[in-house]
């Protein structure tokens, strides 16, 4: 469970993958878009997972849906205000939310470029509103392939002092890490942090690239990272965290059964890991729910839990500054 006595962060939470049922609604009704429900209540199945699903790819036409309804930048701008007021409801003490610009722009073609402006405005909006200190990681989509990421890429950085890292997010089997070398290269350049996703739809020689390749510091999901103790070792001795989300690797299919979940292996091995959501809105779940998770299926002691709130606080690509007011809340 959750220690109220020590900060609490979500470092792996889709902000394109966090959009309120009833936003979605409100939003095709107002640009007459067709919605495979004709309620509010029936809308419920149709975005959120109620088990699992056959594989990455199926989860991700889940998040589909939800995009679906972003026909202006005024759109992009709310659902990242009401992104904020999430974290603030969810007790979160701090935040860092992901974002594909070309995902949220593609049902309605909209300018990346404003796509991000908006994005960026609704967190800076929604931060002055609620308080809860965030962060921006800018994702490329390597589903749509080298040419189509690197106008996402450009497009994120015309605001790069808006955004702490880039990611690396969708079909990971068909695009390997390998490919966007030199996009990457350009992020580090920027000064940004990398954080990305690999060993989820993947095996470990994904994981691999992300680090050797990209630059990679952390690693969102990174199940796959059991099949190889070297490479455990490898990441317990040269800081590269995992970013686990216990929900999502579970729906995906990246993990047969919660309950035998690599996080604890990590831990023993010495990786620094943290617990996040990934799709709040696509999962159903919230912050508190993946530490019930972790303590009653996968049997994470308190101590440990602990550890991990403290872990999310210290591999946040967060200003110094920031993480000792962080840091300040212990009690």
């Given at each position: ?44 199945s149709k975005v959120q997972i109620q088990q699992k699903t056959t594989d990455l790819l199926a989860f991700l036409e889940k ?219 696509v999962s159903g779940i919230e912050i508190a729910d993946e530490y019930k998770l972790a303590r009653e299926v996968v049997g ?32």
């Open positions: 469970m959750i220690n109220h006595n020590y900060p609490l962060t979500d470092l792996h939470r889709h902000l394109d993958g966090n959009i309120r049922l009833s936003t979605i609604w409100q939003l095709a009704q107002e640009h007459s878009i067709f919605l495979p429900a004709d309620s509010l209540e029936k809308l419920k998040m589909e849906l939800g995009v679906s309804v972003l026909a202006s930048e005024q759109a992009c701008f709310r659902i990242a205000y009401e992104n904020i007021e999430d974290a603030k409801l969810a007790g979160l003490d701090y935040v860092e939310l992901r974002f594909s610009p070309v995902f949220m722009a593609q049902a309605h073609n909209l300018q990346i470029d404003q796509v991000v402006d908006a994005v960026i405005a609704g967190c800076k909006a929604g931060t002055k509103q609620y308080g809860v200190p965030v962060n921006l990681i800018g994702i490329l989509s390597r589903s749509y392939g080298e040419a189509t990421c690197h106008q996402e890429l450009q497009a994120l950085l015309r605001a790069k002092d808006d955004i702490v890292a880039l990611d690396l997010a969708g079909d990971e089997k068909g695009f390997p890490a390998i490919r966007f070398k030199q996009h990457f290269k350009l992020a580090r350049d920027a000064g940004w942090n990398i954080t990305v996703h690999a060993g989820e739809a993947d095996g470990p020689q994904s994981i691999r690239q992300a680090i050797d390749e990209l630059g990679a510091t952390r690693i969102g999901h990174s199940v796959a990272a059991r099949e190889e103790p070297h490479l455990m070792d490898f990441m317990a001795n040269n800081n590269i965290s995992i970013e686990c989300c216990l929900t999502s690797n579970f729906q995906t299919g990246a993990c047969t059964n919660i309950a035998d979940h690599p996080i604890k292996t990590f831990m023993e091995r010495g990786i620094v890991v943290t617990l996040n959501t990934d799709d709040p809105g994470l002691s308190a101590e440990q839990l602990a550890q991990i709130q403290l872990n999310g606080v210290e591999v946040a690509f967060a200003a110094d500054s920031v993480k000792r007011e962080l840091l300040s809340q212990l009690r």
